[in-house]
């Protein structure tokens, strides 16, 4: 572990037991789930509990790239509309700053097993579990949570936290700030007035009503089941139940790699065979290099010492295991990736399946099919609750007029090839379903005007009454 994550986690639980003392609550976040989160993010962040520098075990982070992988897919050309009303308008630009960072958030989400999306005012706050207590929670929704925020004066010498606790009491949404200063970036501080801090403006006590069970946040969660505390509200991280694979891919990599590098050719010669007559036994090794230079010998031929008379001589050239060890990393990599909820096969090294249909590929890959489907409903039902509550928030700071709104979501097919596309709409040119020009627009980057325009550029002339064209 190193340094800073080090100060991080002490400062984590600085903030929950602050978050203790001044509101009189605990986390109903079981001790084993807390751990399984920490051990889950060391893993993501590159840091793994079985990293051994004298067994040369190092990291490819493969859990990142699974996590990544599954962003990337869920929010493959993503669109969110918002229409109805001048707040709707409004919505829609707040939502289009969020959409610029949704694969980043999606990410986390699945490397943290959930993260909570909290408005600000001007953007939307990223939390993860370090930074947030679960005070509350029924039939696996959190009910009340403590958000830790922490911000540095400009001169960089007082480190400003504030504590921020939302809960419902009864049918009233309350939200309890209570802000600190220190000198210490590793300790919280006194209290301060929240005027005297960077969140001046707000209020530390607000209470909402007609919210209709309404948040002012979301919160994105992963789809699997939490087998580690069944009655927790929080997911776990994707690769959670892929830990001992991971483990194993990182050892089954690095012995590769360690034997690579082990593996440069060596050619052991006796110095007597290079050495010019008269050399001081002394300084046979000078000899030997300066031999080697005037002879432009390789990197690889080293000098050895031998009593026999005839001299030495012997090549090493070690052989490699890499195509027996690959075999072992690519069923690492398929246990893996079906453990975290890809097809089998999807992840493997040296591998290639030719040009395949997008028909071909849905057969063959149902599991992440349905996978992304799954991430993607639990980002829909974050996104709508993300909405409502940019909607509260511009009630609460008269942000937009008031008004409804209707949210549209569109999806990326990923199993889309646009070859097959192009082939697909092409014909629907030659069989007169839609016109050329259409096509153009779809598939060729022209303007609907500049595409008209050349498909009636290409539309025969018409002959005239001495069966010419009109052309001279």
């Not at 000899?287 to 010998?297: H, T, W």
Request: net charge negative; with cysteine; glycine share 6%.
């Amino acid at each position: 572990m190193g340094i800073i994550s080090r100060m991080k986690e002490i400062l984590s639980n600085l903030f929950r037991q602050k978050a203790r003392d001044e509101f009189k609550i605990d986390t109903v976040t079981s001790p084993e789930m807390q751990r399984a989160i920490e051990k889950c993010a060391y893993i993501y962040k590159g840091s793994p509990y079985w990293l051994d520098k004298e067994e040369h075990i190092k990291t490819i982070n493969f859990a990142k790239a699974v996590c990544s992988e599954t962003a990337r897919l869920a929010t493959l050309a993503i669109g969110i509309e918002i229409d109805g009303s001048a707040r709707a308008n409004w919505l829609q630009e707040q939502i289009d700053k969020e959409l610029e960072q949704v694969r980043h958030h999606v990410e986390y989400g699945c490397a943290y097993g959930t993260v909570v999306l909290k408005p600000n005012g001007a953007s939307v706050d990223l939390i993860t579990p370090e930074n947030f207590i679960v005070t509350d929670e029924s039939n696996g929704e959190i009910q009340g949570i403590v958000f830790a925020h922490r911000e540095i004066s400009s001169d960089g010498r007082t480190y400003y936290t504030k504590l921020e606790y939302h809960r419902y009491i009864e049918d009233v949404y309350q939200i309890t700030n209570r802000c600190y200063a220190s000198k210490d970036a590793n300790d919280t501080g006194k209290p301060i007035d929240i005027d005297e801090t960077p969140w001046r403006g707000e209020l530390e006590n607000v209470g909402l009503t007609n919210l209709n069970g309404q948040r002012l946040y979301a919160v994105l969660r992963t789809p699997q089941a939490n087998n580690v505390d069944l009655h927790c509200s929080l997911g776990l991280p994707i690769f959670y139940e892929a830990i001992e694979e991971l483990k194993d891919l990182d050892t089954a990599y690095s012995r590769n790699a360690t034997e690579i590098f082990d593996s440069r050719r060596m050619l052991l010669l006796d110095s007597d065979k290079l050495l010019e007559t008269g050399t001081r036994v002394n300084n046979t090794q000078d000899g030997f290099e300066r031999s080697k230079k005037r002879l432009r010998l390789p990197e690889y031929v080293k000098n050895v010492n031998s009593s026999d008379i005839k001299g030495f001589y012997q090549e090493v050239n070690p052989s490699l295991n890499t195509d027996t060890r690959l075999t072992g990393i690519n069923a690492l990599l398929s246990q893996i990736g079906y453990k975290c909820g890809f097809s089998n096969g999807y992840f493997v090294f040296n591998e290639t399946t030719g040009i395949q249909t997008a028909t071909g590929v849905e057969a063959e890959q149902q599991r992440t099919i349905q996978f992304i489907k799954d991430v993607r409903d639990k980002l829909q039902i974050c996104m709508d609750d993300l909405i409502a509550a940019l909607n509260i928030f511009a009630d609460l700071y008269q942000l937009a007029p008031r008004g409804l709104y209707e949210t549209v979501y569109d999806f990326g097919d990923i199993t889309y090839n646009e070859d097959e596309d192009r082939a697909r709409w092409y014909s629907y040119v030659t069989s007169n379903k839609i016109p050329f020009w259409y096509y153009l627009v779809k598939f060729e980057g022209f303007s609907e005007e500049e595409a008209k325009a050349l498909e009636e550029e290409a539309q025969p002339k018409e002959p005239d009454l001495f069966g010419a064209s009109g052309e001279e």
